[in-house]
């Protein structure tokens, strides 16, 4: 039976929320009746608001882009490069706008083709600087361009 509800249950997958470096992650002044992750003391939200290129920060950017650009809810969504192993490359297009995101999913350099960006602006990237045309390991940029209809 308790092999059974191991299967089952959730609880051995959820674990206190880690506020911070605190005894049980700031959870809690009592012992949580379920253990805390251990990697609190490097993962946890006070250090998420901490670092301004967290995932915490990530979200707001992209919630914001959300908010300002029609084109992530209402545009067409066409996959590109579909038969390549490492990236996910897509575009949206709406009216004349035309955004491109591609996502290196591998441990490796990757190269992309590059000649459909013209005069692209860049809307979020997970590397400070990017080279176009080539992709590092595991980045993702999303760019953006006015169309030629």
Request: proline share 3%.
């Given at each position: ?39 609190y003391l490097t993962i946890n939200a006070e ?103």
């Amino acid at each position: 039976m308790l092999r059974y509800m191991l299967k089952s249950s959730r609880d051995h997958a959820r674990t206190p929320m880690q506020w911070n470096k605190d005894k049980n992650a700031g959870f809690s002044d009592q012992t949580p009746w379920i253990m805390v992750n251990p990697n609190y003391l490097t993962i946890n939200a006070e250090d998420e608001i901490n670092n301004s290129n967290s995932i915490f920060y990530t979200y707001q950017k992209l919630i914001q882009l959300r908010k300002t650009y029609e084109i992530i809810t209402l545009g067409k969504y066409e996959l590109m490069m579909n038969d390549d192993e490492n990236i996910y490359a897509y575009k949206r297009l709406y009216k004349d706008e035309e955004m491109l995101v591609y996502c290196n999913f591998s441990n490796q350099e990757v190269v992309y083709d590059a000649s459909i960006l013209n005069d692209e602006k860049i809307l979020i990237q997970n590397y400070e600087k990017h080279q176009k045309g080539t992709l590092k390991p595991y980045e993702s940029i999303v760019f953006y361009q006015k169309r030629v209809i």
